[in-house]
């Protein structure tokens, strides 16, 4: 573990221990890391969290569980005796999550997360240059950013303000409703050059400043509220840091913090992604998002909905007993699996329920139906990769981190061959609380696991298996989305189109 500004090793703040939290989708967890940033053993507690799902697209958190729970996951520390030795608390956290607030910050509504689909279409002023607009903000107009989510919940309910998760758990803990600038910019609001939030963006969704969080430097910190001295008294007068977006976190937590690195996150989706100066950033090309990191860096990627969401899914619907295709050769699988079960991230939008498997036989087993499904995955993310590298210029370096990586040697040999270059595992599995421990308090950690070189023979079967994946993939497309898909991002030089596919409408 090394300074981002390269100095000596000076881990955590004032050498004590650090205390992240990590806000996600399907759990809310505390736990403790050393002062390096490695988790200490024994010293984590979760919270499970399940969203709301409805037939008009709804999927939503319950704000006051997920609060209460990650603050129970707190007691559950404190009653260990983990709250000692606190010298900083860090926060990981989903992305573009949002919820409406009336005028005295109560919520109206339950956490909106990235998953639902509902929307209204937008009247946009003739004039609005989409291309610059995603150039600038690094988001498309797109339901997953307040963009589209502030007018539509304008159409059924009436709020006063809005803030995100990580927002409210942030004035829950500290009485300071802010946010980061890595946050912000998932929201699809901020100029990503300024770090301030950017007026187009704010008359698109008929907002001004003063309804959102208040944006505070990567440097600033708050403290544990008075209420929770007695609950917590461990936590008194530790600085409490803004929070990190979950795929920042994750790529700095694996240990691609530079723009020679691309690391590959898989958790229940995946991504790959590069952080780079903010200061001179390569031009944003239309497939690819851009976010921030912290004041300086930004982070630049694709990301996939069908992860280790997918994987979890096959091997429950076919009964497997074991995680991996056992028996089955990397490349070998003569069934194609285009994983587009959970449809696909913007700007090219297939809706979920498009998944399709090609090439099904009697003699095809299970172990080959997961085979192929981790192998078109691998091929997706490789699809980001060789943007990335056509972008920075050069053959990017590898990282694998996440879940998904740490449970399977298949998979990781799959993206290995499939990328066709050496890469480095990530010996961490909580990459997202290492990284934001990194990105407040300055460090570079580094995988610190296996280095995997590519076997020749399994990447020359994934080479000549990519044509037939391609073809197919793109009759997946066109069989997936009509030209009236409602959440189909076009180009910019086509016609601008914001309506929401079937049944995505508002309540």
């Known amino acids: 573990m090394r300074r981002t ?24 967890r505390a736990l403790v890391l050393s002062p390096d940033a490695s988790p200490i053993p024994g010293a984590l507690a979760r919270h499970k969290v399940s969203a709301r799902y409805g037939a008009a697209g709804e999927a939503t958190l319950d704000l006051h569980g997920y609060v209460e729970g990650l603050l129970g996951c707190l007691d559950e520390l404190e009653q260990g005796g983990h709250l000692t030795g606190i010298s900083a608390i ?3 956290s989903q992305w573009h999550s949002i919820v409406a607030l009336d005028n005295k910050g109560a919520p109206l509504t339950p956490v909106i997360p990235w998953v639902d689909t509902r929307s209204v279409e937008l009247a946009l002023d003739p004039a609005f240059d989409e291309q610059a607009f995603h150039a600038r903000t690094g988001a498309w107009l797109h339901r997953l950013y307040w963009t589209r989510r502030i007018p539509w919940l304008r159409s059924v309910t009436d709020p006063s303000c809005y803030a ?4 409210l758990v942030l004035e829950r803990l500290t009485g300071h409703r802010v946010t980061s600038v890595s946050v ?3 929201t699809g609001t901020l100029d990503l050059a300024t770090g301030g939030y950017d007026a187009e963006a704010l008359a698109v969704a008929g907002v001004s ?27 008194v007068g530790v600085p409490v840091h803004p929070p990190t ?13 530079d723009a020679t690195t691309a690391a590959v996150t898989v958790g229940t989706s995946a991504a790959v992604r590069v952080v780079h100066p903010i200061e001179g950033a390569p031009e944003l090309p239309w497939e690819l998002w851009r976010y921030r990191v912290d004041d300086q860096r930004a982070v630049t990627g694709m990301a996939f909905s069908a992860a280790g969401n997918l994987h979890a899914w096959l091997t429950g619907v076919l009964n497997l007993e074991a995680d991996e295709p056992v028996g089955v050769e990397i490349g070998s699988s003569r069934v194609i699996a285009i994983p587009f ?7 090219h939008i297939v809706p979920g329920g498009s998944g399709v498997y090609f090439g099904l036989s009697f003699d095809d087993s299970a172990a080959d139906l997961l085979a192929a499904s981790l192998q078109g995955a691998s091929l997706e993310i490789d699809r980001g990769l060789r943007m990335l590298d056509e972008l920075f210029g050069r053959p990017l370096e590898v990282v694998l981190g996440g879940g998904g990586i740490d449970a399977s040697a298949w998979w990781r040999r799959c993206l290995t061959a499939t990328f066709d270059r050496p890469t480095d595992v990530c010996s961490e599995p909580e990459v997202g609380a290492r990284g934001a421990a990194a990105v407040a308090l300055g460090l570079s950690p580094e995988p610190g696991g296996e280095h995997l070189d590519p076997v020749p023979a399994e990447a020359e079967r994934i080479r000549l298996l990519r044509p037939r994946y391609e073809s197919l993939r793109e009759l997946a497309v066109q069989a997936a989305v009509s030209p009236t898909a409602a959440d189909e991002l076009p180009s910019p030089r ?5 309506t929401d596919s079937p049944g995505a409408k508002p309540e």
């Open 164 to 167: 995100g998760l990580p927002d």
């Open 494 to 498: 086509a016609e601008n189109r914001t």
């Open 184 to 186: 912000a910019s998932g």
């Open 5 to 28: 500004d390269g100095g000596n090793e000076e881990p955590g703040a004032g050498g004590g221990r650090i205390l992240a939290l990590d806000l996600g989708t399907s759990s809310a």
């Open 209 to 235: 400043a003063d309804q959102l969080p208040p944006i505070v430097p990567t440097g600033w910190t708050g403290a544990i509220s008075a209420e929770y001295a007695r609950r917590w008294p461990g936590l």
């Open 90 to 92: 860090v926060l990981s």
């Open 245 to 257: 977006g979950d795929g920042a976190a994750s790529n700095v937590g694996t240990g691609g913090y």
């Open 341 to 347: 079960h959970a449809g696909t991230r913007p700007p």
